[in-house]
């Protein structure tokens, strides 16, 4: 009986070791002793630095080019690494392929491919990411995995109305209609095209489009308005000194503050490279659909601003809306619509998507912001208490009213509930490993009829 259970034992690891179902492919020497997800969070800083620095127009756009970075990455991990679904191609690595390599070639090749104009300072961080990585087969095999997975998001993503031509046009001034903002007053606002662009995981950029914003002779507008005119106001006296703090802390750009400090909490997690790849495209692809879904519902309602608001109070038609022509935000409004708050709408997606992937709400997320030169440091005790405050920043800001950032937190948890709910980078499970591998079928992105056990709480 011994002898026989040895046997069944030592066929099961053969055939798990021929079909990969406990862990997927194998994974070159290289690529296991240096699992530890590093290589994953310096492409991800060089890509925001890149596209951050580019600027890209705007927050919202640079959201989008970071995502179609880390699902390139991702698809390269996974295709080596296995255990998750891929998100544009089912790619079959070559056995022992680095995954240094691949991550590193992935990254260079879609940022390229975004940002065309900074080939050559990408080549070069290449050049000095595969150098660290010993010449051979394992290193060849990665770079062409890394080739396929970028080739395959960019095709993906072509066509998805990116820097589409998008001009918007004023409604009549008058109470309600957004106006253009000081100090710059700009005729043009923000990025309007984001609001048509193809999402990643949502079915349309309309698909969690919260209803409008309160009609101006309601009670629930005067409340987020006089809220907003007495905390928001830059001479105030109301505000005291930590809410003015936690206004600044969230000005940073919203692409860089948060990838950086997600990278941050992976290494403190000690997430492998697969982990660090999922986690980075969750987050990400989350706050790309977010902005989408964000803009496509600001340019659809193009509702007025605190700061014009508040100096056109006595045009509302209502008595408790006192205006005030010389008030002024302690932050400088941003030149797009208002409804609803685009950090509640981003930032809310963040720490949600952050507290699904981990399963637990409750951690230590020390949060930092880089703004005007000085370090700023926010230990939040849950993930979703980061959304909270950004949502709040924005009240203490003077940038939005509070029911704007009650729609936008609605939109962004939506966008993660659709997101896990439809098995977006969910866990393949051992049939579904071999057929992938054995078939080269396309179990490819997310699919309605999901079945993740990791990620069905909310």
Known sequence: MALR??????????????????????????????NDGQI??????????????????????????MAIVQLGVYDAVVAIAGGYEPYAASITAPAGASVDAAVAQSAHDVLVGLLPSQAFALG?????????IPNGVAKADGIWVGQQAAAAILANRTGDGRFANAPYTFLPSGPGAYQPTPPA????????????????????????????PPSLNSRRWANGYNLTKAYGDANGTLRNA????????????????????????????????????????????????????????????????????????DTDGRLDTIGDPNWTPLVTTPNHPEYPGAHACVSTAASHALRRFFRRDQTTFPMDSVVGGITYVHTFTRYTDAGA???????????????????????????????????????????DEWNRRATSNTHVGCTSNANDDDDQHD
């Open 124 to 132: 070069a961080q290449l050049a000095t990411s595969l150098a660290t």
């Open 5 to 34: 259970k040895k046997i069944v034992l030592s066929l099961i690891v053969l055939l798990m070791g021929i079909t990969g179902w406990a862990h997927g492919p194998a994974i070159s020497n290289e690529s296991a002793a240096n």
């Open 185 to 212: 007053f700009s005729t043009t606002p923000l990025v309007p095209w984001v609001a048509q662009v193809r999402p990643f995981t949502m079915t349309n950029p309309s698909q969690f489009r919260p209803g409008p």
């Open 242 to 313: 930590d809410q003015s703090e936690i206004a600044i802390f969230w000005t940073e750009n919203t692409v860089r503050q948060w990838n950086r400090n997600i990278r941050s909490q992976a290494g403190r997690e000690a997430l492998d490279d697969i982990q660090t790849a999922r986690l980075l495209a969750v987050t990400n692809t989350a706050m790309a659909d977010a902005w989408i879904g964000c803009w496509d519902a600001k340019y659809h309602y193009s509702f007025w601003r605190p700061v014009t608001a508040i100096r056109q109070g």
């Open 40 to 65: 994953v969070r310096l492409w991800n800083q060089i890509a925001t630095d890149a596209i951050v620095v580019t600027g890209a127009n705007a927050p919202a756009s640079s959201g989008v080019l």
């Open 389 to 431: 405050e950004a949502r709040t920043a924005r009240i203490f800001g003077g940038m939005h009213y509070t029911f704007s950032n009650e729609a936008g937190a609605g939109l962004g948890r939506q966008v993660v509930r659709w997101m896990f709910a439809n098995g977006c980078f969910r866990r393949t499970h051992p049939h």
